[in-house]
């Protein structure tokens, strides 16, 4: 089984920071906490466990954070025991090819991919009774027992040949997804997520920052939960912008500047003081940070108008210097999202896979034109370059294994 894995390796961690300023492949170097690794098949540890063929796995901003040596060691979820090796890649399709004697889910030749196998163990996956408030709700991510490092964990991962998990870990795909739509609903259902913790009212202005795969999954997602909304798109490049106005955005900056946008569009008052310090009074409705940075945040909270909402969808693995003055001084709302779990979709609870898949057959959601470069796992440091320069044209990077 060959895999790619970071470990949480605090002093080769700390070395690779201090030396990738001045040698940027120093990521792919013995230096490194990461490692691609032929490790032998383990056996299934468990009757309620399965192996996983891959078939393709899409390269995610979250997996090349960790690649890349951009978590700080002091962050929250560092501190957590629970967070000691992790298998890259999340975005991946698979076919089940061994279950074990206690599986009654699933069975050889079913189609899966990831459910909550990469963000860390459950109640579940952990076989806990009774299970924690989160994971009876279906927020999986949230479990207050992720680190009670009770049973075995998984081994492998989506960049590679393949994986085992726990059944509960893994999701059937319905045999009318192809396999590109498999692959992206797990990324889409994050989008979804995002939108669904602050769904847009009918009429409202809505500001997507940064057209990534994570923003411009956002667009859409925005798009197909409330049609009668207007979508502002903030990009960086030509390609993205184009693709944030197929999928549904009104208007898309180009490197443009946000402040003189919501007075614009929003009819925002925009106040200057000293050293560039800006501030609108007015503008969008909701926010959706699709970046995550200190800069981006930041923005975000001062382009939101008076009880607005900004949903923090982007991540960054560090502490950041931010000026939250705007959440008490507008009132603002600052609510973040975690991958996903458990909606409340047209007046049920329902699961943010099923969400997608719904709206997948209603035609609200598309891949089309999204995964833009495909590789074999031989050539992953050409596939993460690829990923990380977007001057290449790329949106969804994937490793293909068929």
């Known amino acids: 089984m060959r895999a790619i894995y970071v470990d949480k390796d605090i002093p080769r961690l700390l070395a690779v920071k201090a030396l990738k300023r001045a040698w940027q492949d120093v990521v792919f170097s013995r230096l490194s906490p990461a490692h691609f690794a032929d490790l032998s098949d383990p056996p299934l540890p468990g009757p309620r466990w399965v192996r996983v063929r891959n078939l393709q796995c899409g390269i995610c901003a979250s997996d090349l954070a960790l690649l890349m040596a951009e978590a700080d060691p002091t962050i929250a979820p560092a501190a957590l025991p629970g967070n000691q090796r ?13 279950v074990g004697e206690g599986v009654t889910t699933l069975r050889p030749g079913d189609r899966v991919i990831m459910d909550t196998r990469f963000q860390g163990a459950t109640c579940l996956s952990q076989e806990i009774e009774p299970p924690c408030r989160h994971c009876a709700a279906g927020n999986f991510t949230l479990c207050e027992n992720a680190s009670a490092g009770v049973g075995p964990r998984g081994v492998g991962g989506g960049w590679g040949d393949g994986f085992t998990a726990h059944e509960t870990e893994v999701y059937r795909v319905p045999d009318d997804l192809d396999d590109d ?26 500001l997507v920052v940064g057209c990534g795969i994570v923003g411009l999954n956002v667009v859409q997602a925005a798009r197909a939960v409330q049609p009668d909304c207007h979508i502002t798109a903030l990009a960086r490049y030509p390609h993205q912008a184009e693709m ?42 909701v926010v959706y940070d699709c ?38 001084y507008q009132e603002v709302d600052l609510v973040g999202i975690y991958a996903h779990g458990a909606e409340c979709w047209h007046g049920e609870h329902r699961r943010t896979y099923d969400v997608v898949i719904e709206l997948f057959r209603a035609g609200k959601l598309t891949t089309e034109g999204l995964i833009t470069h495909r590789f074999r796992l031989e050539q992953w440091r050409e596939a993460i370059r690829t990923a990380l320069d977007k001057r290449t044209g790329s949106i969804k990077v994937v490793f293909d294994y068929r």
């Open 86 to 98: 992790f298998y890259l890649g999340h975005e991946v399709v698979g076919e089940v090819v061994e």
């Open 181 to 206: 739509q498999a692959m992206m609903v797990e990324p889409l259902s994050t989008a979804v997520r995002a939108v669904l913790r602050r769904p847009p009212e009918p009429g409202a202005r809505v």
């Open 244 to 285: 944030a106005r197929r999928l549904g955005a009104d208007e898309v900056l180009l490197r443009g500047d946000p402040f003189e946008a919501a007075a614009r569009l929003t009819d925002a008052k925009v106040y200057t003081g000293m050293f560039d310090n800006r501030m609108a009074l007015g503008g969008w409705d």
């Open 291 to 328: 970046v995550g940075s200190a800069r981006t945040l930041q923005e975000s909270l001062r382009l939101a108008r008076a009880r607005g909402t900004v949903v923090l969808v982007g991540i960054t693995l560090a502490p950041m210097k931010v000026d939250l003055t705007p959440v008490w």
